[in-house]
């Protein structure tokens, strides 16, 4: 079953063309990285699929819902219902530093879901409970470490229980031990097999937790593949050469 698809993407800033021509598909349960180096287009690409920016031409669908299609508008109410398929999940937390973690947790669904406050506060609480974030529900985004406000993060783009998740680089902003306690939060929602989307430049989790992952590079798709066999023995020069370098 097919949760996501973005056919022919393409984007542009200005005379820089980010993004040629970008078609993938993503089944249900399933984890896909995308892996590249700087400036390939993979963060423009999932804020195109997470609707944070808008393609210049290409089709965009979350479980059969249309989100996009070739700059045609989209009415409100395909537009909202596109938007409550997914979560984000931001390599800089973005959370609001003045709004305590439950606030952060609740304020969003409280206004577009319509959800009383008791209901969306014990969901708030479970998912807390889920990260390893029990009792810090009072807590600011100042009084946390990196990997708390990112598991933060996490709970929070689950709050909508969206079908899939988009992960833009979500250990960058971390040392490596608190890198360890986000891997290990999205290698459970892997187990859980929730869908996601991952850019990443940690080649080794996103060989295990992966499915697939797709190479990209000079705003097109090089190589994509099972996981194992992309990073191992990657068939294109242009991937080989990448992941080479990491190996070093």
Do not use: W
């Not at 984890?31 to 180096?37: C, D, E, L, W």
């Not at 669908?61 to 996009?68: L, S």
């Not at 609740?106 to 206004?111: E, G, N, W």
Request: hydrophobic share 40%.
């Amino acid at each position: 079953m097919k949760l996501f698809t973005a056919s022919n993407i393409k984007k542009s800033f200005g005379k820089n063309c980010v993004l040629r021509d970008i078609s993938l598909e993503i089944e249900k349960g399933e984890v896909v990285s995308i892996i590249g180096p700087s400036g390939s287009g993979k963060t423009t690409f999932l804020r195109c699929a997470a609707m944070l920016e808008t393609p210049d031409s290409g089709v965009l669908e979350y479980d059969g819902v249309t989100g996009f299609d070739n700059g045609y508008k989209i009415d409100k109410k395909s537009f909202i219902e596109a938007r409550s398929k997914f979560g984000m999940v931001f390599q800089n937390f973005n959370l609001f530093p003045h709004f305590s973690v439950m606030r952060n947790l609740t304020d969003a669904p409280a206004c577009v879901r319509k959800i009383p406050a008791k209901e969306l506060e014990l969901q708030a609480k479970g998912l807390l409970e889920k990260m390893g974030l029990g009792g810090r529900e009072n807590a600011y985004p100042c009084e946390l470490s990196g990997g708390q406000q990112q598991r933060v993060a996490i709970a929070r783009a689950l709050m909508n229980q969206p079908e899939i998740l988009f992960f833009d680089e979500p250990t960058s902003a971390l040392d490596p031990e608190l890198t360890l306690e986000i891997l290990k939060v999205i290698r459970a929602l892997a187990a859980e097999n929730m869908t996601m989307v991952i850019v990443t430049h940690e080649l080794e989790f996103a060989k295990e937790v992966s499915d697939r992952i797709i190479f990209m590079a000079d705003g097109v798709i090089v190589e994509e593949g099972r996981a194992d066999e992309l990073i191992d023995d990657p068939k294109n020069e242009r991937t080989r050469a990448f992941i080479s370098g990491f190996k070093k």
